[in-house]
């Protein structure tokens, strides 16, 4: 996808129609340095995505919070960028099923 489809078309489709259409999706990426990629693979974007109206940007910090916030992202009905940072896919650690996120409250 292109930043025009995903900042512009999927991101404000929903105001330009009143709220009577939603585009959820979720867009899942990885973002970070720190396996020795090139310049053009080691960009943090994550600046540009925060501003777009109509986006929500999610960068979990844990195991934990990849798999809470991942399935919250897909419960929602805004569009969602979901920047996972690349080395934390050597990470392991607990997860508490217990524990219910909502990704509406945790927009800042």
Same mark, same amino acid.
């Not at 489809?5 to 009143?18: D, L, P």
């Not at 939603?22 to 340095?33: C, K, Y």
């Not at 607990?94 to 990704?103: A, Q």
């Given at each position: 996808?292109?930043?025009?489809?995903?900042?512009?078309?999927?991101?404000?489709?929903?105001?330009?129609?009143?709220?009577?259409?939603?585009?959820? #999706?979720?867009?899942?990426?990885?973002?970070?340095?720190?396996?020795?990629?090139?310049?053009?693979?080691?960009?943090?974007?994550?600046?540009?995505? #925060?501003?777009?109206?109509?986006?929500?940007?999610? #960068?979990?910090?844990?195991?934990?919070?990849?798999?809470?916030?991942?399935?919250?992202?897909?419960?929602?009905? *805004?569009? *969602?960028?979901?920047?996972?940072?690349?080395?934390?896919?050597?990470?392991?650690?607990?997860?508490?099923?217990?524990?219910?996120?909502?990704?509406?409250?945790?927009?800042?």
């Amino acid at each position: 996808m292109s930043m025009d489809q995903i900042g512009n078309q999927s991101a404000k489709i929903r105001y330009m129609f009143g709220g009577q259409i939603s585009v959820p #999706m979720v867009i899942r990426t990885q973002g970070g340095t720190g396996r020795s990629g090139g310049a053009q693979h080691s960009q943090s974007l994550e600046s540009w995505i #925060m501003y777009i109206p109509g986006l929500y940007l999610v #960068m979990p910090s844990n195991p934990n919070d990849a798999y809470h916030l991942l399935r919250d992202s897909l419960q929602t009905n *805004t569009p *969602t960028v979901f920047i996972e940072h690349k080395l934390l896919y050597n990470f392991e650690g607990p997860l508490d099923k217990k524990i219910k996120y909502n990704l509406e409250k945790q927009i800042y």
